[in-house]
């Protein structure tokens, strides 16, 4: 799925309104209809309780009043409160203003600077005071009246977007704090940012009639990775394949203490459709391995209790560094000499990272093409720490164009930037995960897929994906809050069952 900058769904919606043709407000209209439909759904068809309709004086105060109108013709309680604010009104929030005159004055108000607002007790609020054409940070009237619904205890529903939540940058100031958004067609940017999490906790996506010719042929960098994206990239397996079809992984992993991270990510190796499995760890392991994760061959075993040597093995086809690696200055050696000559694809991960990360010029030795799967904390080490989440994703997409690398910045909506400049957002995944060896078992997914001939590109948004779609079938099972990463493992078979049975 797409993600649209505002100035383009503008564009998107004007061409619709010229080409279909239809007027603009017939396609307020169809907006308005899913969002009553999607909210009535939401409030479970409950006639009785009071529903307040914030608008303000453009198109979304516009999609706010046909919404209520259509309440108040469906039987709901509802009461609107108009914003006269600064700037004139739009054509189109006049034409549904005057619509809802119509029907009943008493239940329609006007608020103003100078207006005290008292509040009745409401049971939702519907915010449709400002869309997602703002570009400046709310203050005086408006803030007051966010800051207001924000406190009161009502249920709070966005239309499009939370108000004074800007749709493609940090707004630094006040905002709706909604707890359902029903975002027209698109995702915004702004909601994948953990910097935003108070303003948009939940969100969904409905197309309102907009033209697909328009959409398809609009070009942009950000993308919500989806399951249609995801069917056109998972490979079939066929009746006579064989082991050798499906590669030879090669992971670099553990360290004395930290052998549990080997085991995971091997596991998730495995468990993603390898072919083989070759392992290099510190002699300190192999018995834990070798009982641990018996479909596992060990093809170099280091004297030491961290790995300080690495064999590059004939018939490798990719190799993940990082899990459990330790931060042995031997172990930075060995790596750096690694980096400068493996030829196959590589995952770099935890360790990995943070050894690169005490010695800055080994940025410039990562391969063209590499994986890198940071947390938030292993990107800043690797590349500066910036003000906002929107200036980090920038300094992401940068780095990724300066080394010509995937980096996956993992997080709830885990980001993967290619050195083309796109940016994928992952929609599956949940706060379960957020646990020790999370990271290790994606870095086994990901090299197993690079391994079984997934290009770079398509191995970090399949790896991700279904990464977090078998977090996600974990805590369905066991909830959140038990979850470990082993867990993930184990669904990862029905992960990958659920995609190839579409």
Known sequence: MKIFGAKQIRDIDEFTIKNMPIESIELMENASRVFYNWFIDKINYNKSKLITVFCGKGNNGGDGLAVARMLHDGGYRVIVYVLEGPGTSSLDFRSNLYNFQQLDQSRLHTISEDKALALEVSDYIIDAILGSGLDRTVTGFYEKVITQINYSSARVFSIDIPSGLFADSTTGGTSIHAHEILSFQFPKLAFMFPENYESVSNW??????????????????NFYIDRSLIKGIIKQR?????????GHAGLIVGSIGMMGAAILSSLATMRSGVGLLSLQIPSAGVNIMQTAVPEAMISHLDNSECISTITLTEGID???IGPGLGKNEATRVTLEKFLTTCEQPIVLDADAL??????????????EGAILTPHIKEFERLFGSTGNDFDRHRLQKVVSDKYKIYIALKGAHTCITSPKGESYFNSTGNNGMATAGSG??????????LAQG?????????????HGLAGDLAAAQLGPS?????????????????????
Not at 238 to 246: E, I, L, P, R, S
Not at 354 to 367: F, V, Y
Not at 440 to 449: A, E, H, P, Q
Request: net charge positive; glycine share 8%.
């Open 238 to 246: 066929y009746k006579f394949d064989h082991k050798g079809v499906y």
């Open 440 to 449: 290790d078992v994606l870095t086994g997914i990901i090299t197993s897929l």
């Open 318 to 320: 990719a190799y993940g």
């Open 204 to 221: 969904e996506t409905l197309p309102i009639g907009l033209l697909t010719s328009k959409i398809d042929n609009t070009t942009t960098r």
């Open 354 to 367: 943070n050894l690169i990360a005490s010695r800055k010029t080994m940025l410039e030795l990562i391969p």
């Open 454 to 466: 997934y290009a770079a590109r398509e191995a970090s948004i399949l790896g991700v994906y279904v």
């Open 482 to 502: 038990g979850m470990i990463a082993s867990d993930v493992v184990k669904k990862l078979p029905l992960a990958f069952k659920g995609l190839n049975d579409e």
